[in-house]
């Protein structure tokens, strides 16, 4: 939700000149730093370039393994393989979460680092997985491209793992069109991160046009060129300012869902789990399998036709082709994911969303499964 205050500051950006990386960016890090309660934030592209950076940066390389949940979308398992590594697709369990289970079983001599993802904006369980990637010396990389202002006991996701990668894609709890933030307590990676964020080039390479900025730098090592700009920084910072009243917001939408619904037997709602805040970036459902007469497709277009728009988050990795080449999955090996993903839908959950508009998403959900239920 863009604001008047976003919208001045955008304006300010342009008429300053500074509308690629500067003082901003500098601003929205430090802030964002300080929401999460972390050393280092670095603000890039997107989650994906946060993703691929972060990785980079920890050595992932060609013959190298990273563990992946199979239920995400296909950028958490893509820049592995941009990196010339091999993804490893676990199941989740009933949670909708990365199973630990499977991780541990798929662990082998080729792992370089899990990437767990806090899927629809629960955090996954990290004291789990903190313990796993210790007992077996790998770092966990949290894909939190869901999970901006979550938590998991009482500490905001971005500190708990090696690096932690957000987006601020346009639909995500906090936007700034497209971007994205890595964050880290680990002073030797977050410098190595910042470095491959601007081309390679030694440290902060984009003072050389301030003036007290010198016109010398080394390029030390093939970075890429992920940097945010200063536009997009313009929108972060006020976002920043309201994402927990964006969250608030969220959360009121998702509880009268869960109101409306929870006297239905034809569709289950999505898992909460203990000692951990629910940012409600998705509102995931699924039909309670033998309810109801129609399946989940019919199910949407049933939707579809009462001008309601659903979405499917998501189809999992190992159905697609790019990722069964890549590591030979096959439906069997996911059992729990094919399960859900055959049932799986997300109900439209935003914070601009009128009373009227929730009412008008409740109506429909209830005419569908009051028509079809068995
Ligand atoms: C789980 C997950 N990881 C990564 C991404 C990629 O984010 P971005 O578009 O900022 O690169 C997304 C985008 O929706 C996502 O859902």
Redesign the pocket.
């Known amino acids: 939700m863009i604001g008047e205050d976003e919208i001045q500051e955008v304006v300010d950006s342009l008429r300053s000149g500074w509308i690629t990386t500067g003082p901003k960016v500098k601003r929205f890090e430090a802030q964002f730093a300080e929401y999460v309660g972390v050393r280092h934030a670095i603000a890039v592209s997107?989650?994906?370039?946060a993703?691929h950076v972060a990785l980079t940066a920890l050595g992932v390389g060609p013959g190298d393994e990273v563990i992946v949940p199979t239920l995400?979308?296909c950028?958490?398992a893509n820049v592995v393989l941009h990196l010339g590594a091999t993804p490893v697709i676990v199941d989740v369990d009933q949670s909708m979460q990365i199973s630990v289970a499977e991780i541990e079983r798929h662990i082998t001599p080729r792992t370089r680092a899990i990437v767990p993802?806090h899927?629809a904006g629960q955090a996954c369980d990290l004291a789990e997985l903190l313990a796993l990637a210790e007992r077996h010396n790998l770092p966990l990389v949290e894909?939190a491209?869901?999970a901006a202002g979550s938590d998991y006991r009482g500490v905001r996701i971005g500190s708990h793992g090696r690096a932690v990668?957000f987006?601020?894609?346009a639909t995500?709890n906090l936007t700034t069109g497209?971007?994205?933030m890595i964050t880290t307590n680990d002073d030797d990676l977050a410098g190595r991160m910042r470095l491959l964020t601007l081309h390679g080039m030694s440290r902060d390479a984009w003072k050389r046009y301030t003036e007290t900025g010198s016109w010398h730098y080394e390029v030390v090592e093939a970075g890429y060129k992920n940097n945010m700009t200063d536009i997009q920084a313009s929108l972060g910072i006020h976002q920043l300012r309201r994402l927990d009243g964006f969250i608030t917001e969220r959360q009121r939408i998702a509880a009268e869902y869960l109101a409306a619904f929870s006297e239905f037997s034809e569709i289950l709602l999505p898992p909460r789990l203990p000692g951990r805040n629910h940012v409600y970036h998705l509102f995931p459902i699924r039909l309670s399998p033998g309810r109801l007469s129609i399946g989940r497709d019919e199910f949407i277009r049933q939707l579809q036709e009462r001008r309601i728009g659903t979405s499917v988050h998501f189809i999992p990795l190992h159905r697609h082709p790019v990722f069964q080449r890549a590591c030979g999955a096959t439906a069997e090996q996911y059992p729990v994911a094919e399960a859900l993903y055959e049932n799986l839908l997300s109900l439209p959950l935003y914070p601009r969303m009128s009373p009227a508009d929730v009412a008008d998403v409740i109506g429909a959900v209830t005419d569908v499964i009051e028509h079809y239920r068995v």
């Open positions: 997107s989650c994906t370039a993703l995400t979308f950028a958490t993802v899927y894909d491209a869901h990668a987006s601020f894609y995500k497209e971007g994205g």
